[in-house]
């Protein structure tokens, strides 16, 4: 199942003047990406991941949002919640993909008609469109989706994969991106069949391992199971600049927004970090990063000034900083230990108040400031 022009439609559900117009979810600047595009935009050949600035050239009419990473969390959130009530078994693959595994179904209620009934409750208790595709496997199932869009359903059963994938075009496969497709065009190699019917070996050779892979989902073969469950090793932000910078102030400032966000998504998920690392990109495109240790903890004040002392450290003055990040790792469950020591009960009642305000206004509504 896949939600259609997610971060589109759920702006749609605020302003309704948005339906049937280009819209473009992205930063404003031109150094900024597309992150998302109605069906509208794409008609002009804008698609996610393109620099805004040639976006704005392929669709100036198109209208732009900044978008709003908290609305799209709690609409996902919605989204899951329905689909595992549901659901026996259900992997959330991202914020608006999910594979759900409903073999036996068939047995007792009909597959098709179990998913059909899924799909009405999804868009109506969300307002959300979504789309699913029922086959064998996650990669004729996720082709299978992207066919039934927009807003659609799609059933491949088992002897009809071949023929539905056979007239695809190779970039319909998962896992074929830019360099593979150019790799297997230069071979002749245009639509699923042909790729299907190479030998195995040969692919093997020019593509290595990853050849072999994109051959069995050609022929419709993937053996991975629906995986309910993922850890999640990391939580991290990164901030591009529109203007490359050495002012130490600003970046000091930065880092302090993006280590509360950090943190306060941490103790939404009752998780600790042991572990704190800070990036930085200078005007060049050098990447250098640094990592250190620390107690357990999920305190802004704690991991901000580990990470100040880490940026001081990295940062070569002489050079111009085109993006910074902060990272946290090594993450446990666990609530926030009290220092007897160091945490006075006036800065625990401020953490609980922050947290208590940002859940139910968003991160934005809310964050520490700076003493003059």
Not at 106 to 114: A, I, L, M, N, Y
Not at 231 to 251: A, C, H, N, P, Y
Not at 279 to 296: E, N, P
Request: some cysteine; aromatic content about 8%.
């Amino acid at each position: 199942m896949d939600l259609d022009t997610f971060f589109v439609s759920a702006e749609r559900l605020d302003n309704s003047a948005l339906n049937g117009k280009p819209i473009i979810i992205g930063g404003f600047s031109d150094r900024g990406v597309v992150a998302s595009c109605s069906y509208e935009a794409r008609k002009f050949g804008v698609h996610a991941a393109m620099p805004g600035k040639l976006a704005r050239r392929l669709c100036p009419q198109a209208i732009w949002i900044r978008g709003d990473m908290d609305k799209y969390s709690r609409l996902s959130h919605l989204v899951t919640e329905i689909i595992e009530e549901a659901a026996p078994l259900v992997e959330k693959a991202s914020i608006d993909e999910h594979y759900l595994d409903v073999t036996g179904m068939d047995r007792f209620f009909g597959t098709q008609k179990w998913m059909h009934e899924l799909r009405q409750r999804i868009i109506k208790e969300s307002g959300l469109p979504i789309s699913f595709g029922l086959s064998v496997n996650k990669t004729v199932s996720k082709i299978a989706t992207g066919e039934a869009k927009p807003n659609g359903e799609k059933e491949v059963q088992q002897l009809a994969v071949k023929p539905f994938l056979y007239p695809l075009s190779i970039k319909k496969i998962p896992g074929i991106g830019d360099k593979s497709y150019h790799t297997l065009r230069d071979m002749g190699i245009v639509y699923i069949e042909t790729l299907a019917n190479m030998p195995i070996e040969l692919l093997g050779r020019v593509m290595g391992e990853n050849g072999k892979v994109i051959w069995e989902k050609a022929n419709g073969i993937d053996n991975r199971p629906v995986q309910p469950y993922h850890e999640q090793k990391s939580i991290g932000s990164e901030r591009t600049f529109e203007t490359d910078t050495t002012d130490m102030k600003f970046l000091h400032q930065t880092l302090s927004k993006m280590v509360q966000d950090v943190c306060f998504d941490m103790r939404k998920q009752n998780r600790l970090c042991a572990t704190v690392t800070i990036k930085i990109r200078y005007s060049d495109f050098q990447t250098h990063t640094m990592q250190a240790r620390l107690a357990y903890t999920s305190y802004d004040h704690v991991i901000l000034a580990k990470a100040k002392e880490l940026l001081d450290k990295v940062y070569d003055r002489r050079l111009l900083i085109r993006l910074i990040g902060v990272k946290v790792s090594n993450l446990v469950y666990g609530a926030q230990q009290i220092d007897l020591f160091e945490d006075s009960e006036e800065m625990i009642k401020l953490y609980q108040a922050l947290d208590q305000i940002k859940h139910w206004y968003g991160k934005k509504a809310i964050g520490k400031g700076k003493a003059p």
